[in-house]
């Protein structure tokens, strides 16, 4: 790193929250980068009843008076299974929680860089305070050889050190596999809402509304790109004239069946969960409730289109570069998938 941050003690652990399914081609791989982390870690790893051999190819590694494993009773889904080895995790005496893949690979720092970051907004914002760090990686393919060396970068991310609700909320840009939080921070999270579709969108939004954040410029992880990801796949994540071809963009045009923005997955779910049930969480300002109830209003999709697009448009919730904005616009105009 570009300059010398506070430090914790060495012996202060870390637990490494490790969710696994059929993960057996390549969980080996991520294991062993945990496991020679330069920063002292416990793995917690939770498996979602896998049918292949992925306990008994990462069971010998494991450090029998340090790392646990737990087979869950009936398969949950990855972010159930998060939910759960999380919760877990907690159980033990550490109070810093890294969560990870089952098909990455991490760089050696990537626990020491974490921690000397938390060590930095702990100074600032005191150790009871809901804390989160997190980080940019690469892209790697299904071998493991480079991509692109900034994921953010290659998806236009325009997540920032600074606060920005907005962004956090549509395009958001925490990633999870690179995430590293207090105790603070993991109570605040759990239980996860219902409808989750992913863990890593419920902790960045509560992080940026009631904690404190750190973004590392450094891709500290190796994002496996292949044909099963949990999120993103390697056919997903295709460019060009092919990857037009193959999402079906033709097929979608003549039957102006475009997507739009985060309107399928669980934000307005997730959404009203926090809002529902406000009882559980610190109070929000009013700024704070204004952007999220302006983008619920967005997600139910009741308003007319041209209200829409301009909410887009002239709000923080979307990429700002203008081939995005000119496909953005033909969406919203010509769709008929939300036309009841």
Known sequence: MSKSLPTHPVDTRVAVVLCTYNGAEYVEAQVESLLAQVH???IRLCDDVSSDDTI???SGLLRADIDTINVNKQNTGFVRNFEHCLSSAMDSD???FALSDQDDVWDRSRIACGMSSMAALELVHGRDVPLLVHSDLNIVDAQGQLMHGSFLAYRRYRIAEEKSLPVILGENGVMGNTI??????AELCLPFPDALHVHDYWIAILAELFGHR???DLSLVNYRLHGSNASNTAASMGRGISAFIANSNWNKLVKRNFKLPFKEDSR????EYLTDNSDQFPALSLEQRRSIEAFKEYLRFKQSRFSSLRFLLTSNFIRKDLAYRLRLVMAVLLTQRYTR
């Open 268 to 271: 307005l779910k997730t959404l």
């Open 180 to 185: 590293l939080m207090n105790r603070a921070m």
């Open 40 to 42: 002292p870690v416990s």
């Open 56 to 58: 008994e190819r990462i």
């Open 94 to 96: 550490e109070n810093y």
């Open 214 to 216: 750190a973004k590392l």
